[in-house]
């Protein structure tokens, strides 16, 4: 239970404190492959040589995750944002429940064999297909298919979605070759394991907060019904695809293998699925697809009678799905949850494509809020096109409502995400993401005298780095890769470089020092509730202010 005390030394600020997500935007080298270096940001650039401006750890271990060779992403940024602690998070959960044997164990497990087995049928796995880490990662389905072969089960298909994102962008064929290989080496006479079907993770499958069902569709056409483009090989399939189209893994159309003219893989009466994604928020979709019964998001034609079951609760409130292998963690003591308490009035903002975040993840994996009256969500529609055609996205529209908000003096506490720098990041077009960051600039440029206008302050951050490294690098040499045509090889996933957090107070910054130390995301709530006027709770990560 969180202890609430309003602190002796300081009232704190009397207008409002706004925290600002720059999504996606890191501290990255100045250099050719830094699209925020390269950017013209007077607002920033004024921001980080007048304010103090601390630098924060936003991957690995600082967020939850296994290790600091694991790049943070939106999900876990936000959940430790709005926390104020660090939670081991899925890739850690999933990892640390196949090694205890836990997985093999549940309930899930078992009766998704059981299915199988008892009715001669065939085990499903769908997923990204990486080791990136930040969704799934594919030595968690290669322990799943040789424990499938321990307990007997005879089939097994895999549905894969190409990456390209968190790992490199035409890098599809260093798993699926050594993948076969896998697969070869496994099946016998009593195993059979196949690739069935195949597609981008932007083409088909992993929509997210209900903004492109079409996706979702496209892949149960694919996996489901088998409907699509066929093949005789994953190889082939990406080989061919991406020579027509020039596309980068994540973008390749949708895929079906095929023998003797009929797909290998359909999912039938009888079968058993999982989604071995364990982060939610694309995975949900899919998962209403397999699981609802008055389901009228597109026609599913045929609804086969299967088990489904994902690797994660993805969404804990709305049990979505009804099945699954690993329990989420329990985040708990949430910033929102001491606001609530305290009876302050706060609200949170986003464009559909992080709206989500500074709600659902920020307030510790909950869809509702904690108070009706107390909370305000805004969301502003994204537009359905890719976004390197309007880097901009629905930045201008964000600040139009942020401002309302903040002129309200209804608000004690707003928080807002720009989703500019991630989302633009991740096509991997330097000169989109550098128009997104300029784009991202001007809006703190309308923001802050409206902030003074109400004698706020505000902590302006990010989630994870995307946007300062475009190119990919040599680990060693630290030299740009390039690619056969001698351009730089295009980086799409996110950093592991920190990122800034600026304090921006003009009114009550003799009041308090900002203390240097090595902070990460999680230090942001404590500061936040100080700058409000209150104690921070024991349990969550200090402050990076120290009241006089």
């Known amino acids: 239970m969180i202890s609430l005390k309003k602190s002796e030394k300081f009232e704190g600020i009397s ?32 921001l980080m040589s007048k304010y103090p401006t601390l630098s924060l750890k936003a991957h690995g271990t600082a967020v939850g995750l296994p290790s600091d060779d694991d790049m943070g992403n939106s999900e876990v940024g936000h959940n430790a944002l709005g926390a104020g602690q660090v939670f081991a998070q899925g890739a850690k959960l999933v990892s640390n429940s196949i090694e205890s044997g836990k997985m093999f164990a549940s309930d899930t497990w078992k009766a998704l064999v059981s299915n199988v087995t008892k009715n001669g049928s065939t085990l499903h796995f769908i997923g990204l297909f990486s080791d990136g880490n930040v969704h799934s990662h594919i030595d968690h389905l290669k322990a799943m298919i040789v424990k499938a072969k321990e307990e007997k089960i005879a089939n097994v298909r895999i549905h894969i979605l190409l990456d390209g994102r968190d790992v490199g962008e035409t ?11 896998f697969l070869s080496e496994l099946c016998d006479d009593s195993f059979d394991a196949k690739i069935a079907s195949g597609g981008g993770r932007m083409k088909i499958t992993m929509d997210r907060y209900e903004s492109d069902w079409s996706m979702v569709e496209r892949g149960w056409q694919t996996h489901v019904l088998g409907n699509g483009r066929y093949f005789s090989s994953a190889e082939e399939a990406v080989t061919t695809l991406r020579n027509e189209t020039g596309a980068i893994d994540q973008d390749i159309p949708a895929f079906v293998i095929a023998k003797d003219g009929k797909a290998v893989g359909t999912i039938e009466d009888g079968d058993s699925v999982i989604f071995y994604n364990f982060r939610g928020d694309r995975s949900i979709e899919i998962s209403k697809a397999f699981d609802s019964v008055e389901f009228d998001k597109f026609d599913r034609v045929r609804t086969p009678d299967v088990m489904f079951a994902g690797m994660l609760e993805y969404d804990g409130d709305l049990h979505i799905p009804k099945n699954y292998l690993v329990a989420p963690p329990e985040i ?21 494509q992080k709206y989500g975040h500074v709600t659902y993840f920020w307030n510790g994996n909950r869809s509702g809020k904690f ?28 600040t139009d409502e942020l401002i309302k908000l903040i ?11 720009y989703p500019n720098g991630d989302m633009v990041g991740h096509t991997g077009n330097i000169d989109a993401t550098q128009i997104s960051v300029e784009a991202l600039d001007i809006q703190l440029a309308r923001l802050l005298p409206v902030i003074d206008e ?38 799409t996933s ?32 404590a500061t936040t509730v100080n700058l ?14 120290n009241v006089k």
């Open 15 to 46: 207008g409002p404190v706004v925290t600002i997500v720059m999504d996606g935007i890191g501290i990255g080298r100045e250099e050719a492959e830094n699209a925020v270096f390269k950017a013209n940001t007077p607002t920033l650039n004024m």
């Open 171 to 181: 890098s599809a064929l260093e798993y699926i070759l050594p993948f076969e290989a």
């Open 332 to 352: 708990s003591n949430t910033m929102s949850e001491y606001l609530v308490g305290c009876g302050i009035y706060s609200a949170a903002i986003s464009e559909t």
């Open 371 to 398: 108070d009706e009256e107390l909370e305000t969500f805004i969301e502003i529609p994204s537009d359905v096109i890719p976004f390197e055609q309007r880097p901009w996205m629905k930045c201008a529209e964000i």
């Open 407 to 417: 002129r309200s003096r209804k608000y004690k506490y707003i928080r807002v995400n």
């Open 454 to 491: 109400m004698n706020g302050a505000a902590i302006i951050t990010a989630d994870h780095g995307n946007a300062d490294e475009m190119f990919e690098t040599d680990k060693k040499s630290g030299k740009i890769k390039l690619g056969p045509d001698g351009r730089p090889k295009s980086k």
């Open 494 to 525: 996110h950093t592991l470089n920190p990122v800034p957090c600026i304090i921006y107070d003009n009114f009550c910054a003799d009041k308090y020092d900002v203390v240097p130390g090595n902070y990460g995301l999680s230090n942001v709530a």
């Open 532 to 545: 409000l006027g209150y104690e921070a709770p024991d349990m969550w990560d200090p402050s990076m202010i």
